[in-house]
Every structure is written in structure tokens, then in C-alpha cells.
Antibody, heavy 120, light 109 residues
Framework: EVRLVQSGAEVKKPGESLKISCKGSGYSFTSFWIAWVRQTPGKGLEWMGIMYPGDSDARYSPSFQGQVTMSADKSINTAYLQWTSLKASDNAIYYC?????????????WGQGTLVTVSS | SYELTQPPSVSVSPGQTARITCSGDALPKKYAYWYQQKSGQAPVLVIYEDSKRPSGIPERFSGSTSGTMATLTISGAQLEDEGDYICYSTDPSDHQRGVFGTGTKVTVL
């Protein structure tokens, strides 16, 4: 069974750093891309970018380029989404999703989501 | 930037047919996908590549496209189908970038 299990909810202050995780199981983790998706009440679902755990190749949507970093540790089948300095606008639920291809791909299996709360 | 536009809400009586539309200029050339998201849960893929149904998705869910519009049809809607439905496709100017629709809240009552 394909599963993506994300790390738990986080509460942080503006300016703090954060790294959330997404652990894959039930498939060849290094053979599929991992996409990250942000969900907010105001903007709905937003595709942030995608990374390939096999070689850590990452591509970012222009809106998120320079704002976050995607990475992976293939030895433990885990992908990461990282911020160096959180802002209030980063308040959202973040999902990871398995994606079969870079071009024209889509998320077929999703993690349960990680709620990130940024508040002073 | 590329946009996929959906109606904010659709209401349907149990057993009737609900149709949810998604409008995008590139849909004649790019596949449409549909996700169902129930309250407090992650999205679930219900249609891929315009009209294909993943394993485990009930047959009452079907997808179609015509020109710049993709349609998700729920035939014989059930109470459990209530939730948000979001279309997805690929940005025609950046084939690596995904784009989500604005989402439609489906109410079954």
C-alpha cells in the first residue's frame, strides 16, 4: 500500500526556521517525484514545486522560488520542505503528493497534511 | 499566470446528477484531473487524464472535456459525496508546473 506520512502540526514565531517531512512507503521512493502543495482558505490549493528524491533535483513554482527549499534523504525515504525565516503569510496546511512524472504529472497519493501556524 | 475557473458551489439532491465544470484555455491540449476533498482531509484523486477513474473510485464519478471546459459528473449523488472538488492541470507555458482550479463546494441535500 502506497503511503505518505507527514510530520505533525507546528506552531512557530515569525522569523523562525522550520522543516517538515513526508515519509513514503509501499513504493520505490526514488522513482517518483514528490510535489508540495499549500492550502489556505483564501487561495485554495497552490502547487509549490516538485523534487526528485533520486537525485534531489528540485523545481519551484515562481511564487515559491527562494521562499522554501525542497530536499530529501533517500536513505530513509523522506522528503522535506524547509523555511529559514517564517512569515505570517506561511500560515497554511502543507501537503506532499507523489507524482509520476515531471512534465504533465499529477499527485496520485497524498500525505495527510501538516498544519503550520506562524504567530507572534 | 494560467488559471482554472470553477463555480464556487453546486447543490444536488440525493440520487440526482451533479455536474462541476472547470474552464481553462489550455484544456484542449492538457489533461484535466479532479480531486475530492472532504472537510479536514487530504485531497483524493477521483479522475485522471480527463476521464479515467482510479481504482476504488465509484463508477458514479465520470469526467469529460469539450473545448476549454472539463466536467466532473456525479451520477446518482450520495450524501457521502459532499465536499470540495478541485480540478488540476498543467501550466501550458511551464509544463513542469501544476495548477489547481478555484474549487467547487458540492452540497448534497
Amino acid at each position: 500500500e502506497v503511503r505518505l506520512v507527514q510530520s505533525g502540526a507546528e506552531v512557530k514565531k515569525p522569523g523562525e526556521s522550520l522543516k517538515i517531512s513526508c515519509k513514503g512507503s509501499g513504493y520505490s521512493f526514488t522513482s517518483f517525484w514528490i510535489a508540495w502543495v499549500r492550502q489556505t482558505p483564501g487561495k485554495g490549493l497552490e502547487w509549490m514545486g516538485i523534487m526528485y528524491p533520486g537525485d534531489s533535483d528540485a523545481r519551484y513554482s515562481p511564487s515559491f522560488q527562494g521562499q522554501v527549499t525542497m530536499s530529501a534523504d533517500k536513505s530513509i525515504n523522506t522528503a522535506y520542505l524547509q523555511w529559514t525565516s517564517l512569515k505570517a503569510s506561511d500560515n497554511a496546511i502543507y501537503y506532499c503528493a507523489r507524482q509520476g512524472s515531471l512534465v504533465g504529472g499529477y499527485g496520485d497519493y497524498w500525505g495527510q497534511g501538516t498544519l503550520v501556524t506562524v504567530s507572534s | 499566470s494560467y488559471e482554472l475557473t470553477q463555480p464556487p458551489s453546486v447543490s444536488v439532491s440525493p440520487g440526482q446528477t451533479a455536474r462541476i465544470t472547470c474552464s481553462g484555455d489550455a484544456l484542449p491540449k492538457k489533461y484535466a484531473y479532479w480531486y475530492q476533498q472532504k472537510s479536514g482531509q487530504a485531497p483524493v484523486l477521483v479522475i485522471y487524464e480527463d476521464s479515467k477513474r482510479p481504482s476504488g473510485i465509484p463508477e458514479r464519478f465520470s469526467g469529460s472535456t469539450s473545448g476549454t471546459m472539463a466536467t466532473l459528473t456525479i451520477s446518482g449523488a450520495q450524501l457521502e459525496d459532499e465536499g470540495d472538488y478541485i480540478c488540476y492541470s498543467t501550466d501550458p507555458s511551464d509544463h513542469q508546473r501544476g495548477v489547481f482550479g478555484t474549487g467547487t463546494k458540492v452540497t448534497v441535500l
